[in-house]
């Protein structure tokens, strides 16, 4: 794997990153792009080895206009890195500076090694395959942002749905549906880069939570893609109780992931 062998979250993102836009060292950083969609935060992004200290940043703002952007086209900031497991992870700095800061972990597991779990036998778990579903698609993802009528998360949406369905369409994998009745009440994407499965914004409509949908729809999809990987992986926000959930299902920590984005609307806080 090009990129960060210990940590199989940042490398699996890169991964997708090349399939759908750009990933390309210089210097001291990996430089992601996705040139039609410059509003897509993390996907117009620099990658750094290490974490950054504060007094970096104005170096880091420098060299993210260089690299990645400016206003207008590029409104935002964002800066990803590795994290150890155990390390002790302190962004408060930052946000004072105006940035948001998000520490996920990164769990794996072998698929042989799933541990049985309460699952929801309503729940039928299948690939979409009709244009209706990537509608409901698109509404439960805008419905679990901060402002669904927000035009720049509508685009972002368009965006991921046209990104992950250019991948579908080369046989990297499938978006998966969790059905009651013909109710779409969850999903989930899981793609195959060098042999690691790699699973993508898992959710779970508000009103089917706790009734282990989430639950069903992994143990289900992991059943059904067997043989495609020797790894799977998922990243999960620390603040998330979903990452509980994924090892209780047998995924343990590898490391983390951190970041700190600056949106447009945060940029006045300067």
Known sequence: MQYFPDNLGLATDLL????????ESRDEYIVVRTPDAPEYFFGNMLVLQQRPSVSDLKLLEHDFGQLIGTPPLIAHRTFVWPESADSVVALDTF??????????????????AINPVATNSLVKVRPFAL???????????????PDPTDITSQRYI???????????????????????????????????????????????GAKHRNRNVCKTLMTEVIRLSAGRSHRLVIVADETHHAGTIYEAMGFRQQGRLASVCQAPRNTAAR
């Open 16 to 23: 997708l990153h090349a399939e759908i836009g750009t990933v």
């Open 95 to 112: 946000v004072e500076q105006g940035y948001d800061a998000t520490v996920c972990r990164v769990l794996v597991a072998h698929p042989g």
């Open 131 to 145: 244009e209706q579903e990537w509608d409901d698609w698109s509404r439960m993802q805008l419905a679990a942002m």
């Open 158 to 204: 368009t965006h991921q749905q046209r990104a992950y369905r250019s991948l579908i369409e080369r046989g990297l994998g499938n978006w998966w549906g969790a059905f009651i009745g013909d109710e779409q009440v969850g999903s989930l994407g899981l793609f195959f880069l060098d042999g690691i499965g790699r699973f993508q914004t898992v959710i779970t």
